[in-house]
């Protein structure tokens, strides 16, 4: 099983980016009108619109379980420094446990998986830019996977 939300993220990049730029376009208007007060605003608004979307951790997501593995590669949509691919990939013998926290609209993956040393987790995974559907795939398939380890 596959399932990556490379469109969803797509489209909130192009949002993230279009509106990025009409809030940048607004206080420059305001800074040509001389309107000092607004670019103020404006210039708030940008931070706090750039700060919310740094929080909310959203994240380009792909989950596959072939070939006997579980694969998991992520990376922030929207980084403001630089984008940090990260890849998490083990049997699916060694699943010993995850968890869906679901908080305030977003959702967050954990995993914790048996290793010779004892028991590792894994930091956890935003899945706040996927819909619910994917959640519930990803969530259904990992499920799966531990009633066939028991």
Same mark, same amino acid.
């Given at each position: 099983?596959?399932?990556?939300?490379?469109?969803?993220?797509?489209?909130?990049?192009?949002?993230?980016?279009?509106?990025?730029?009409?809030?940048?376009?607004?206080?420059?208007?305001?800074?040509w009108?001389? %309107?000092?007060?607004?670019?103020?605003?404006?210039?708030?608004?940008?931070?706090?619109?750039?700060?919310?979307?740094?929080?909310?951790n959203l994240?380009y997501? $792909?989950?596959?379980?072939?070939?006997?593995?579980?694969?998991?590669?992520?990376?922030?949509i929207?980084?403001?420094?630089?984008?940090? $691919?990260?890849?998490?990939?083990?049997t699916? %013998?060694?699943?010993?446990?995850?968890?869906?926290?679901?908080?305030?609209?977003?959702?967050d993956l954990?995993?914790?998986?048996?290793?010779?040393?004892?028991?590792?987790?894994?930091?956890?995974?935003?899945?706040a830019?996927?819909?619910?559907?994917?959640t519930? %795939?990803?969530?259904?398939?990992?499920?799966?996977?531990?009633r066939?380890?028991?």
């Amino acid at each position: 099983m596959e399932i990556s939300n490379q469109k969803r993220s797509k489209r909130i990049k192009q949002a993230f980016n279009i509106s990025g730029i009409a809030i940048v376009l607004i206080g420059l208007t305001f800074l040509w009108l001389k %309107q000092d007060v607004a670019v103020l605003i404006t210039a708030g608004v940008f931070a706090v619109y750039v700060g919310v979307t740094q929080f909310a951790n959203l994240c380009y997501v $792909y989950f596959s379980t072939q070939n006997g593995r579980i694969l998991i590669r992520y990376y922030p949509i929207i980084s403001i420094m630089k984008k940090e $691919y990260e890849s998490i990939e083990f049997t699916h %013998q060694n699943l010993l446990n995850f968890h869906i926290e679901k908080a305030m609209g977003f959702a967050d993956l954990t995993i914790a998986i048996k290793t010779k040393r004892g028991i590792a987790e894994y930091p956890s995974i935003s899945l706040a830019a996927m819909s619910k559907a994917e959640t519930e %795939q990803i969530s259904a398939a990992l499920n799966e996977i531990m009633r066939n380890n028991r």
